[in-house]
């Protein structure tokens, strides 16, 4: 059974950065796409940002383009969600998901494994 792990929320002023991590146990991270979402209260979850097992086809959604950078290490079975120029807009827990497959997409029915998520709350 996979497990991934998020860590790295916060509280952050606007216009702040923060990054954000999710490590994988097991020995399949590094074949597989990864991707995170995100849901604010009284919303649906949404597709943040997806990336491929080697890093070559990433995705992002619209409303962080530019601001976000998702990455990945597979040494360490972590990727990362760099957040720049954040804002209230922003604020939701965020979940770091596993693909079932080598590419990851918009999707959330292309991922099996989901972390428990972390906090991010963008004041002002």
């Known amino acids: 059974q996979v497990q991934l792990v998020e860590s790295g929320g916060g509280l952050v002023q606007a216009g702040g950065s923060l990054r954000l991590s999710c490590t994988a146990s097991?020995?399949?991270?590094?074949?597989?796409?990864m991707g995170w979402f995100r849901q604010a209260p009284g919303k649906e979850r949404e597709f943040v940002a997806a990336?491929?097992?080697?890093?070559?086809?990433?995705y992002y959604a619209d409303s962080v383009k530019g601001r976000f950078t998702i990455s990945r290490e597979n040494a360490k079975n972590s990727i990362y969600l760099q957040m720049n120029n954040v804002r209230p807009e922003d604020t939701a827990v965020y979940y770091c998901?596993?693909?079932?497959?080598?590419?990851?997409?918009?999707?959330?029915?292309?991922?099996?494994?989901w972390g428990q998520g972390t906090q991010l709350t963008v004041s002002g």
């Open positions: 097991g020995r399949t991270f590094r074949w597989l796409g």
């Open positions: 998901a596993m693909s079932s497959s080598e590419v990851a997409g918009e999707e959330g029915s292309e991922y099996n494994n």
């Open positions: 990336i491929s097992w080697n890093g070559g086809k990433i």
